[in-house]
């Protein structure tokens, strides 16, 4: 009769290397899946932090044109800059980056950061003020604006 | 068999991270960030609001937003903690029983259900990003946290539906990620964790792979915040300095000031200098005002000096308890973002005698080594499934002695390769595939693993048949290489034993010696490539001639011959240059008797489409498989 194997020890590691070969296999799916929505979002991902990056200058030409003094407000060549900051903001528009917060918008944190509150009567929460600007480009919030709350 | 997330539950941040493919991996929420604020809030209309959206709330609604509760979290009313957070904290806490509540919205609620709000969402947002369900997790909190404090974070881990099958200690998680537990000897290990408002430093010993805690020590309120405030301070007394304009109670300048000052203090951290440019900061009746400041690291570090040094007091009182002295700590882990800055690196240097380790993610550190943990525990580590890799470049030698390579170094074995290679002369019956291992460019440079011939290939134009080379290397090293004709349905193959059988030395060798001679070597390589051009061009020239004899023009004929006659002689040449402009020259020549033929007569559709297939034919001759009997 020939020698006796212990079928219990294969049986347990034939179980052990199954269940490896699950998990490996689950996660290796899980991945390949994951890895082809990572794809889509790196794309924009790159898109996004060059828009963000030139952001502290569109903001600043924001603050220039804010502060557009008024004795030379007439002169050609400050209507000429003004002109320039507009077909900026079109510009930015058709690569689909458009700017959040208006003053009298109702505040939603999800695209507002609230750096103050003036204290009022009222229901709804509104934007007070915009202190900064905020962008997004399509769906996904580049920047929040951040502006001051009151309610109306 | 679902897997068990990692959760760092921190003072001020959250992150999480899971074990996959044998490596742990952060876990980004639904927003896109790696970690998460522990905040939650309710608002107006009763919704609730977890994380950074609760964050840009709440000053809106500061008496609904609770953030911090891991300072409350298992306490009980009377400790003295809790009675001094009443008058830090900007929400409502009162007293139930022995235990603190907190007033949010119309209701009270426990730090550990406010905690299982913010576990909740890092729970949701896990499974959205792994697209399974999460059920169970390992969380993390503070080494000096008591029976109590570990007991209310588990409870708040299971009112977020998860089954916590591990605490543990925040600073072994960092020892985890840092692999220290795999060091074979009992060591000593101090880790420095400095957050956005916390400073903890703990003393660890491993023995047995187990880690224990002999001493913690800290400062509650020290953090990354009181740098941020420090620098913001000097930079509005240095434009009251410049301008005379006290801005303290300008909000958006402030702001705007909060933020340069977290840039500047990050980019200081890799640069020595930085220009803050704040243009329009402000405006008075006479117009705006710009500001403009150059802020050097030590500048900063002087800025910051006093918090750095503070602390170093309670790094000697954890030594001191623990009974160690500097030289006894074997490694020192830093934690938490503000341990990037090197003023701290610098400290931590100082105090422990000892670079500290760095690699992983400080901010991540925590969640990576819970995610360890799990992965433990779920029985995803394992040895087993440690996968290697192959240490050198696998192939083939090809035409003009060179080395194509099929497997390329550092490939995760198991693996295969297959790739289609041809003859290199007419009617050639037989290719040998010798295979070769090693980075050098050329056959010879490289080390012989084993040779074979596949004979039988069917009489042929040189590039026609179809030689199929596949290399399978299994997971112990095992090289199979198999040649098959395509056309005849022939094949050979050879087994190797030892491909991967080389000791670290030896890698490193070949690795050098490939670094070294890569110049050399490309040239060589470039020189092969366009002499094998070269004989391609001659190739397809005498074939011109020989196939269509009859219908070229005896002038033609003998333009054609000198041609070729002269190609040949540059074949002798070793230069690359002069061998490419030879290739070119025939080519030019042979264009535009190709071009007579063509217009003398309209050729049948049929032909035309057989010219194409050799045309196609053509790619494979690159890299055609040598032949010992090649004329």
């Known amino acids: 009769m020939p020698k006796k194997v212990k079928p219990i020890k294969y049986d347990q590691a034939i179980t052990e290397l199954t269940a490896d070969l699950q998990r490996i296999q689950a996660d290796f799916v899980n991945f390949k899946t994951r890895a082809e929505a990572n794809r889509q979002r790196d794309v924009n991902c790159g898109k996004e932090q060059i828009i963000e990056a030139f952001l502290p200058i569109l903001d600043n030409l924001d603050r220039a044109i804010t502060h557009e003094p008024k004795d030379i407000k007439e002169h050609v060549w400050v209507k000429g800059i003004t002109q320039m900051v507009k077909q900026l903001d079109s510009q930015l528009e058709s690569i689909g980056v458009t700017k959040i917060g208006e003053t009298g918008e109702e505040f939603d944190p999800t695209k507002h950061e609230a750096i103050a509150m003036e204290e009022s009567d009222g229901d709804t929460e509104v934007i007070a003020e915009v202190l900064q600007l905020g962008y997004q480009f399509g769906d996904t919030v580049i920047r929040p604006a951040k502006v001051k709350v009151t309610r109306k | 068999m679902g897997k068990i997330i990692g959760i760092d539950l921190g003072t001020t941040n959250s992150a999480m991270a899971v074990m996959e493919g044998g490596k742990p991996e952060i876990i980004a929420n639904s927003e896109g960030n790696r970690t998460t604020p522990s905040v939650v809030a309710i608002n107006k209309n009763g919704e609730r609001l977890v994380g950074q959206i609760a964050r840009r709330q709440a000053v809106t609604n500061s008496q609904n937003t609770i953030y911090e509760m891991k300072r409350l979290i298992g306490r009980r009313w009377e400790d003295k903690e809790v009675q001094r957070d009443i008058k830090l904290m900007g929400y409502e806490m009162v007293k139930s029983d022995d235990s603190v509540k ?35 997790a390992v969380i ?287 009617n050639q019956p037989q290719v040998e595939i010798h295979v070769l291992q090693g980075e050098r460019e050329m056959s010879a440079d490289n080390k012989s693993l084993g040779r074979f011939l596949l004979d039988g290939i069917a009489p042929a134009p040189r590039g026609i048949p179809q030689i199929e080379v596949t290399f399978n290397l299994d997971a112990n090293g095992i090289l199979n290489v198999t040649a098959k004709d395509k056309g005849t349905g022939k094949e050979q193959s050879i087994t190797i034993q030892n491909s991967g059988n080389l000791s670290k030395d030896d890698v490193e060798k070949a690795r050098k010696e490939a670094e070294a001679h890569a110049e050399e070597d490309k040239k060589k390589r470039e ?57 070119k020259e025939l080519t030019n020549k042979i264009m535009p008797i190709g071009a007579k033929l063509y217009e003398q007569s309209t050729p049948p559709a049929g032909d035309d489409k057989k010219e194409d297939n050799k045309e196609d034919k053509e790619s494979p001759v690159e890299g055609e498989v040598i032949d010992d009997k090649k004329e």
């Open chain 2, 140 to 426: 993390t909190t503070p080494a000096y946290f008591d029976d109590a404090q570990r007991q209310a974070t588990k409870d708040a881990g299971k009112i977020a539906g998860l089954e916590v099958k591990r605490i543990i200690n925040e600073p072994t998680a960092a020892a985890l990620a840092y692999g220290l537990d795999k060091d074979k000897k009992d060591e000593k290990i101090a880790v420095y964790d400095l957050g956005g408002g916390t400073f903890d430093i703990s003393i660890l010993e491993l023995g047995d792979g187990v880690f224990e805690v002999k001493s913690t020590n800290g400062d509650t309120h020290l953090g990354g915040a009181d740098f941020d405030r420090t620098i913001v301070n000097y930079l509005l007394e240095e434009f009251k300095k410049d301008h005379s304009i006290d801005i303290t109670d300008d909000r958006s300048a402030i702001q705007r000031l909060r933020d340069e000052a977290e840039k500047a203090k990050i980019e200081l951290s890799t640069t020595n200098e930085v220009n803050i440019n704040l243009p329009f900061l402000t405006a008075t009746a006479d117009g705006p005002v710009h500001f403009e400041i150059k802020l050097t690291r030590a500048k900063l570090e002087s800025l910051v000096g006093e918090l750095v040094n503070q602390t170093a007091i309670p790094c000697e009182k954890a030594l001191k308890d623990a009974g160690v002295k500097t030289s006894d700590i074997n490694a020192v882990i830093l934690v938490g973002g503000m341990t990037r800055m090197p003023a701290v690196i610098k400290k931590v240097k100082e105090i422990f005698g000892k670079d500290p380790m760095q690699g992983v993610n400080p901010d991540e550190v925590v969640a990576i080594g819970a995610a360890i943990q799990g992965g433990v525990l779920a029985g995803d580590v394992k040895d087993v499934l440690l996968l290697d890799v192959t240490p050198l470049s696998l192939g083939i030698e090809t035409m003009g002695g060179v080395s194509t390579k099929l497997i390329e170094r550092n490939t995760t074995i198991p693996t295969s390769k297959s790739e289609v290679f041809s003859t290199a002369a007419d």
């Open chain 2, 527 to 583: 020189a092969i490539d366009s002499k094998n051009q070269l004989e391609n061009a001659i190739y397809q020239a005498q074939k011109l001639k020989d196939d269509n004899g009859d219908k070229i023009s005896e002038d033609d004929k003998k333009a054609l011959d000198e041609a070729i006659e002269a190609a040949k002689k540059e074949l002798e040449s070793d230069d690359k240059d002069k061998l490419e402009a030879a290739a």
């Open chain 2, 102 to 136: 907190i007033k949010m919205g119309d209701k009270e609620y426990s730090p550990e259900e406010l905690s299982a709000m913010v576990l909740s969402k890092l729970k949701a947002d896990a499974e959205a990003f792994l697209g399974q369900p999460v059920t169970e």
